[in-house]
């Protein structure tokens, strides 16, 4: 059973340029409520990213775009579904909510991103891009943590 839905990641801090991607996190009780209706996501334009979640621990990716149809390089969402109350499902919310009240962090988030966008326009996979936000990630995960008094 789902028992939240949060937009996430950069399209959801206000004062921040984003690319045109919406990351969305799903909360549920089991992963097999999700995996039940793969069909129907993949007929939505939805396709579960199984090799991508060797990556990602404990979470399923669904991404939507026509990279991943294959008639393009568009990628246009990506729905994050992790278990309730889970880390994973903290760390999202703390993220997005800590970026929103502390300015500074954000624009430290946007500038990073923006260098990176610059330095690998094209990342088919997103490793180096993802590899560059990671410190950044962690270190404010863990400020926002103790802002928040929430998980970690």
Request: charged residues 25%.
């Amino acid at each position: 059973m789902i028992k939240d839905i949060q937009h996430v990641g950069s399209t959801s801090v206000f004062s921040i340029k984003a690319k045109p991607i919406i990351d969305i996190a799903v909360a549920v009780d089991d992963f097999d409520d999700i995996l039940a209706f793969e069909k129907e996501l993949k007929d939505n334009g939805f396709y579960y990213r199984s090799h991508a979640q060797a990556s990602i621990r404990n979470q399923i990716l669904l991404a939507c775009g026509s990279a991943y149809d294959g008639t393009g390089n568009l990628q246009t969402h990506f729905i994050h579904v992790v278990l309730a109350n889970s880390e994973d499902w903290l760390d999202y919310i703390n993220f997005r909510d800590y970026l929103n009240c502390t300015p500074s962090a954000a624009k430290e988030y946007e500038d990073i991103k923006v260098a990176l966008a610059l330095d690998a326009p094209i990342d088919s996979g997103r490793e180096k891009y993802l590899k560059g936000k990671y410190d950044f990630i962690d270190r404010t995960l863990k400020e926002a943590a103790r802002f928040y008094g929430r998980g970690n």
